[in-house]
């Protein structure tokens, strides 16, 4: 009898802990022959001010991943976006309903970071961006710059991240998804959600959800 009370015991933690740590998810390939034409992803970008909440199919959000920051060349581990002196100081959180994932764009794979709902806190004080199904927060990592002074490095910082805001932009005009440039947010939160270093900064935001019918 004790030995099974037992077995049900460790049963449930262990349930419990995967509930807990929903750990990695494995992305789907990036589609390279997917999407519409540049130019014509071009004449579509647009920031949208309302956002559908019908969950993103892994499909498209392991596609907006790779566009964003992906590895496109696999030789050198360089990246869809630039960054200074390659640094490759951008990391993108992924917040969504069932919690917050580090994107690891070496294994195209999302990280467990946080548990929890936290949209709320990307959007700030703009409340009806946190209807986006996945939200995308934009980190540099300043110590990743291995020259200069801190206020040069920012600067660095804030074009990396506006270069990969640019990619998931471009990206989701093409995929038929909506999406706005952020610089608001709830950067004390943020900072404790994600259990940030000094060196860390959340730069920019994407919330991003499948269009309205009317847009
Ligand atoms: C660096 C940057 C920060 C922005 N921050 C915000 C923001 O905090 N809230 C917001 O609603 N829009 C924000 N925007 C979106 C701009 O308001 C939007 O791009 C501008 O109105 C032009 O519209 P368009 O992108 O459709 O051309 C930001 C855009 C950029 C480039």
Redesign the pocket.
């Known amino acids: 009898m004790k030995t099974l009370i037992l077995f049900f015991c460790l049963a449930g933690l262990s349930i419990l802990l995967a509930a807990q740590n929903p750990g990695t998810i494995v992305l789907d390939p990036p589609d390279k022959d997917g999407g519409m034409s540049t130019m014509k992803a071009f004449a579509l970008r647009?920031?949208a001010r309302e956002f559908d909440t019908t969950e993103l199919k892994l499909k498209d959000l392991s596609d907006l991943l790779w566009a964003a920051d992906g590895i496109n060349r696999p030789e050198s581990g360089k990246r869809t976006a630039p960054s200074a002196m390659n640094a490759q100081d951008i990391d993108i959180y992924v917040f969504m309903k069932t919690g917050v994932y580090l994107y690891d764009a070496g294994k195209h794979t999302l990280e467990f970071a946080a548990e929890g709902d936290h949209r709320k806190a990307v959007a700030g004080r703009?409340e009806n961006m946190a209807k986006a199904p996945v939200m995308l927060v934009l980190v540099s990592d300043i110590s990743r710059f291995r020259s200069g002074g801190d206020s040069l490095k920012i600067t660095w910082a804030y074009a990396d991240a506006?270069i990969v805001s640019q990619n998931i932009a471009l990206y989701c005009a093409s995929a038929g998804l909506a999406t706005?440039?952020?610089?608001?947010m709830d950067q004390e939160k943020l900072r404790a959600i994600l259990q940030l270093k000094d060196s860390q900064y959340p730069v920019?935001n994407n919330p991003v959800s499948y269009k309205l019918p009317d847009q």
């Open positions: 647009s920031s703009q506006g706005r440039p952020r610089g608001t920019l």
